[in-house]
């Protein structure tokens, strides 16, 4: 093996070899910034390892010299293929006095644990765009076996299916690849996060602990806003920070300590206290601190760039007292020449790139066409049936509950919301990126800029449904369900770890059957049998798919600014809650009698799954109308069908004994529109919901709902669910909702396996609580 090259030795000739990350941190370090100190192992020394693999398969056996034509269109193949390059990979040993080499070096520092960081370099002129993602860092103990152990780890993922596509899109062989990997002592960090710098805007986000909380969205981080010429702080706003990331041997946290995740045995989660939570984890000094490194770097490197920090124990004897360090800096580029950058909302997750189509009007429009990113001011649940053809959805207005993000989730496509400027910014039919994960919209000029190709667009799509595999998890005694209202959706969700479908949307499931008419004109013009044939179709797809699980299937909940007009007389838009649920039936019972009928012949097919869940109930008299009506549909002749109602109008703080009485069998809590109430603000309108500043699910007072309704309904001997988005935007209320005693929970599906694995912690930690408990007594 080569030699190693230390950061404050880098030189410019060493920069293919190192990778460009590596050598920016390089470059600022030599300069005299607080950098972690590191050292590189050359590209060089990962070539030289595929030239010692041995394979019997073609592909594998030319892996150093091989460019991967694959057919990246072939999807199953790619993975098989990817699979079997990274198994190889795995399966073989690096030189023994490689690695100790590595050892001997990181020895120095004392530290127990390393991090091993991705720097990628290419040996041709062309340039690397959109690379986030492909590599991750990995972490190991300072020990032989576990340091060979990451350096496979590390390599490998240049081999995972999205890799081998992203080099074909943008036509880079193999052989022109080098990536060098740059080793780090991890520090034990009181503090860490991220500062973005770009022309028109500074932020910068802080956890408590190490920076992996932000980078695996476990955290909502604090957030600064500053000028960026003058470095003043515009506004503050405190995250949501349950937990953080520390040393085992050395934790600066006194909570409680979690389970460690299968990619990382250093960095151990510990359980925060509620004063800490609600802290903010950047002292004042080091704001100020960070604020004048970046304005040096910005002169030095550019105005776009990311640097990423550490707050910890100064290395060395020299100093006891803690110390802001740079662990790494990513400068974009030609960030200031080809890309320009709107942050959003990731309100759905995903990435897709493709052209725009700009809609200035709020109004619905009469197409659009297929494979484009909408962008338009608002978007409404009667646009449902155009948003089949699009890819993904950016919206001036709106928040993490709106119906864009709503609509654009249930579609299983990317979507970033309350975009500011997007409609300014963005021109119609350029080259976009949009990226749902993190909130981010990136523009290209059309001089020069490649962007990935059909089958990157493809990948990008298939990554979404291929996360959904089947894995070994923990059993868990809270039911999971699933929020579904699309029907071609069902063979994608039907291999997700889920009880049933907590929440079958009947009005967006409608919307591509009503052909852009309100269901009363189908009956005004004598369509009411072709109506209930299409309704009890689509119905039954659902039950089919799930069966023997079961479905609430929620009832029509539609109001005027929603709803395709009767005539022109009818008013468009009106007040926030116009005439939803329940007061629509009773004024207008013919459509809501429709789907009772629906359901009547879902049962008469035999689909003992199917329940009725009432939306937008305000009393008890309300309830009791629909009931009879259940009951002259014939309903609850069936032993096991359930009427339930949703729990999102505060009056059910107060009358839901009152409901048991009247029969209700299960509630479900909206928090969507629990929250707006409570609060009083609508979740359309994004200049109220910016951070959740203040439409806030975790709010005090909504959460004091939550808790209320969750043990009037023990009391009562009812199930309680939650099928809003707060679990999903605020995971840490989980384990509050475990706690309170919760039954279910409803998600959509893309947030299925994170909130999955929330709820076995929670239980996990109930299961701990009540044993130390125990053992107390005795």
Partial sequence: MDKLYWLDQIELQDRARVGVEAFYLSKIKQRGYPVVPGFVVGGDVWRQFLENLHSSESLIADLPHSSLHLDVGNWRQLQQVAGRLRQEIMSAQIPSDWVRTILEAAKQWQSSSLILRPSLAISTNQEMKNVSGLLESVFCRCEEEEIETGLKRLWSQLFRARSLVYWRSVEISLPN??????????????????????????????????????????????????????????????????????????????????????????????????????????????????????????????????????????????????????????????????????????????????????LNSPQKPAEVPR??????????????????????????????????????????????????????????????????????????????????????ERLMNQEKIAHYQPTSLPIIGTKLFINLSQPRLIEQVQILPVDGVGLLRSELMMLNILEGKHPKQWLLEGKKAELLELLSEQIIQFARAFSPKPIFYRSLDWHFRDLPSLSEDTPKHSSLFGERGIINYMENPGVFELELQALAIVQASGYKNLNLLLPFVRTVEEFIFCRQKVEQAGLMQKSQFQLWIMAEVPSILFLLPEYI????????????????????????????????????????????????????????GIPCSICGQAPVIYPEIIDKLIEWGISSISVEPEAVERTYQAIARAEQRLILAAARQQLGRL
């Fill in 177 to 358: 690849i080098n990536l060098g990997v740059l080793v780090q002592p991890v520090e034990n960090a009181i503090a860490s996060g991220i500062l973005n710098t770009n022309p028109s805007a500074w932020d910068i986000e802080s956890t408590w602990g190490d920076c992996l909380a932000i980078t695996n969205g476990e955290v909502l981080p604090d957030i600064y806003y500053l000028e960026p010429k003058t470095g003043v702080v515009i506004e503050r706003q405190l995250g949501n920070k349950m937990l953080a990331y520390s040393l085992g041997d050395r934790t600066s946290f006194s909570g409680e300590q979690l389970q460690p995740t299968l990619n990382n045995n250093c960095l151990l989660p510990y359980l925060l206290t509620e004063s800490q939570q609600q802290e903010y984890a950047l002292p004042e000094a080091y704001l100020q601190e960070l604020i004048s490194l970046g304005n040096q770097l910005v002169s030095e490197l550019g105005t776009t760039l990311t640097m990423k920090w550490t707050i910890s124990e100064a290395s060395g004897a020299e100093s006891l007292t803690s110390k802001v360090y740079i662990t790494e800096v990513i400068v974009p580029v030609s960030a200031n020449k080809s890309i320009q950058f709107i942050q959003g909302f990731g309100a759905a997750r995903g990435k897709i790139v493709a052209n725009a189509y700009i």
């Fill in 371 to 456: 494979g484009v990113i909408l962008v338009a001011p608002v978007v409404s649940p009667d646009w449902l049936p155009l948003l089949q053809n699009v890819v993904g959805i950016i919206t001036e207005k709106g928040g993490l509950t709106s119906h864009g993000a709503i609509l654009a989730r249930e579609l299983g496509i990317p979507a970033v919301v309350n975009a500011t400027g997007a409609m300014t910014i963005l021109q119609a039919g350029e080259k976009l990126l949009l990226d749902g994960d993190r909130g981010e919209v990136y523009r290209f000029t059309q001089d020069g800029d490649k962007f990935p190709s059909q089958e990157m």
């Fill in 661 to 716: 009485k009247a029969g209700v069998a299960g509630i479900s809590i909206g928090t969507n529109d629990l929250t707006q109430l409570i609060l009083g603000l609508d979740r359309e309108q994004g200049k109220f919901v910016v951070g959740a500043k203040y439409l806030d699910a975790n709010h005090p007072a909504v959460m004091g709902a939550i808790s209320q309704l969750i043990k009037m309904s023990q009391d009562g």
